[in-house]
Each structure stands twice: as structure tokens, then as C-alpha cells.
């Protein structure tokens, strides 16, 4: 079976899509004949055309709007927005009009698109490059929200979001593009073709949207996380020396609250993950969602590791990224309550 980068990974996963459908069609800002900032794009409209993919002008609010009239139409657009942290023009587009479309009309127009853009922090972006807006978009009715952690994962997922018939949007942490980050960032990098996630199959395959993956079993604590920070929780647990069980949610809505419950009801203690702010960040949902479901078997209050109530800084980056230190601390924390 062959090793991908992610990047490469989700270039495989646009192939293989518009292989099979004639519909699907990808567009934004750089997408085409530079193959996107990332090159998850690059060589797709020498194989397709330029009517299949294609470069738009900088405008992402006028990206997604067209998108949602393509998608009106029976095309199945997939749209990249260069950073996470560019959506906000889009953003009344994605949850006035894309997130509502099957609804307002009662089900006569849907709009089977995908946003796409690399998310987190890790790379010195910096304030505005490096943020986590997942949140904002899991407390809108009608999307649905991805979060990949590998290779594997990411070409599952983006075909299988390609093929849905709702919105999805399609977060990418750009820090697990090229290798699976631990958070130790003065360690050499570790590329995907050392890790048993970088195989990825040929061909189409999907991985279903809504379902979480156990990435490690454990007995000890359940930790609850997505994205870059499912890496981050290994290596703190190993350096911790705990039977950790790390649940990669790898879809935030529709979330598997039966996954969640199963690994903390054994566990009876949970430690929640993201790079996001803390404050209404995806973990308060998570803390909720266990505290409803699993109240009478936590043996320790659950406890939280996110990003600071702060921009992302550039200078400070790695105070600010939880790192394996900060979440050791906290597993600690939950074993010792």
C-alpha cells in the first residue's frame, strides 16, 4: 500500500472524485495552475481542465457564494479558502445560505459543497494564519464539520464529504500536512512514510462522517481530542507513562456520543484537547456532552487544555500551543483528583 502526505493524500481524494462524477468541480484562490498555497491542488487542472478547476479571484465570499449556485444547479463544487483564518467574509454565505438552503425550501434545493482550509497554528503564522474557528462553524445548524488527523482519514473523509448532499466544512490541520506533529517542535520532524496512518489505499474508499476512531486503547483516561493534538495526546501519555485511551473524533457534527460515552463510562475520568481558544471553544460542548451522559461514572472533575484567550502569537507561539508538557500536566491532574 502506497505512503502519502496528507497533502498529497487529499490531492488523491479530489482525483479520485472527479473521476467518478463529472460534477464535482474545484475552485479558489490559487487552486489551479499553481496547484493551491499547500499544493493539495497541483496537477488537478492539467488532468481535468480548466473547467474542473480552476483559480477565482481573491473574494472569499463571492468562492462560496458561487459555490451554493453551482450546487442549486446539481453541480458538487469543493472550494478551497486559502486559511481558516480568510473565511470570515464567507462566513455569512456558509451559515446564511449554504447551511440553510434544504431547510428554507423544504427540501426542493440542497447544497452538497465543501469548504476547504488549512487550520491550527504550529507554522509561525502568526495571528492571522494559525487560528482554530472550528467552534463557529459546529454551532450552526445544518453543516457538517471535519477535522482530520492523517493521511488516511483525510482521503476518506473529503471523498466522503464530496459525495454528501449537505455542506461540509473541511478543516485541515497544517501541521500534520507533512508528518505527524507531537508538539515537540525542537525534535526533527517525523515524515508520514514512517507512520502506519501515512498508508493510504489507492483508488475510492471512504471513511464514514460522524464516526471517531480509537487511536489508542487504554484503560486509564479517556482523552477526547481532533486534529494535530491526537499526536500531541500520545506523546504526553506515553512520556506520562499512562494507559491513555485517545478517541480522534475526526468529525465534530454529527459527533459520536456513543463513542464518547463508551471509552469514559470504563474509563471514569477525561481529559478534552484542542488548539482553540478556550473560552466557547468545541471542548465546552465535549465537557457537556460527558458531563449529561457520564456524570455518575467520572471519578475526577474533567479538565480542559486549549489555547489561550488570546490571538495566536507569533513570538510566543509555543506557550500557546498545548503542548505534550501542558497536557501531561493535566492527565496527572485527572489520575491524581
Not at 481530542?225 to 473524533?249: F, K, N, P, R, S
Request: a negative charge; one cysteine or more; aromatic letters at 8%.
Amino acid at each position: 500500500m502506497p505512503t502519502m502526505t496528507m497533502v498529497e493524500a487529499i490531492r488523491d481524494a479530489h482525483a479520485v472524485a472527479m473521476e467518478r462524477d463529472d460534477r464535482v468541480v474545484v475552485f479558489g484562490e490559487d487552486v489551479g495552475f499553481f496547484g493551491g498555497v499547500f499544493r493539495c491542488t497541483q496537477g488537478l487542472q492539467e488532468r481535468f481542465g480548466d473547467h474542473r478547476c480552476f483559480d477565482a479571484p481573491i473574494n472569499e465570499s463571492a468562492i462560496v457564494g458561487a459555490a451554493i449556485g453551482m450546487a442549486a444547479y446539481g453541480l458538487r463544487p469543493c472550494v478551497e479558502i486559502q486559511f481558516a483564518d480568510y473565511m470570515y467574509p464567507a462566513y455569512d454565505q456558509i451559515v446564511s445560505e449554504a447551511a440553510r438552503l434544504r431547510h428554507r425550501s423544504a427540501g426542493d434545493f440542497s447544497a452538497p459543497i465543501v469548504v476547504r482550509m488549512p487550520t491550527g497554528g504550529g507554522i509561525f503564522g502568526g495571528q492571522t494564519h494559525s487560528q482554530s474557528p472550528e467552534a463557529l462553524f459546529t454551532h450552526v445548524a445544518g453543516l457538517t464539520t471535519v477535522v482530520p488527523s492523517n493521511p488516511y482519514d483525510a482521503k476518506g473523509l473529503l471523498i466522503s464529504a464530496i459525495e454528501d448532499d449537505d455542506p461540509v466544512v473541511f478543516l485541515e490541520p497544517k501541521r500534520v500536512y507533512n508528518g505527524p506533529f507531537d508538539g515537540h517542535h525542537d525534535r526533527p520532524i517525523v515524515p508520514w512514510t514512517n507512520h502506519p496512518l501515512g498508508e493510504v489505499p489507492d483508488g475510492h474508499y471512504t471513511v464514514p462522517l460522524g464516526k471517531a476512531r480509537i487511536h489508542r486503547a487504554g484503560a486509564d483516561l479517556t482523552v477526547l481530542t481532533y486534529g494535530t493534538l491526537v499526536h500531541v495526546a500520545q506523546a504526553a501519555a506515553d512520556e506520562q507513562d499512562l494507559d491513555a485511551e485517545i478517541i480522534d473524533l475526526r468529525t465534530l457534527v454529527p459527533l459520536d456520543v456513543d463513542a464518547i460515552v463508551e471509552s469514559v463510562s470504563k474509563t471514569g475520568r477525561c481529559v478534552v484537547l484542542h488548539e482553540a481558544t478556550r473560552t466557547s471553544g468545541f471542548g465546552a460542548e465535549l465537557s457537556a456532552t460527558v458531563q449529561e451522559r457520564c456524570f455518575f461514572h467520572l471519578e475526577a472533575p474533567i479538565v480542559r487544555v486549549c489555547g489561550w484567550d488570546t490571538p495566536y502569537p507569533h513570538a510566543l507561539e509555543w506557550s500557546y500551543f498545548p503542548g505534550p508538557d501542558r497536557v501531561g500536566r493535566a492527565m496527572q491532574e485527572v489520575m491524581q483528583a
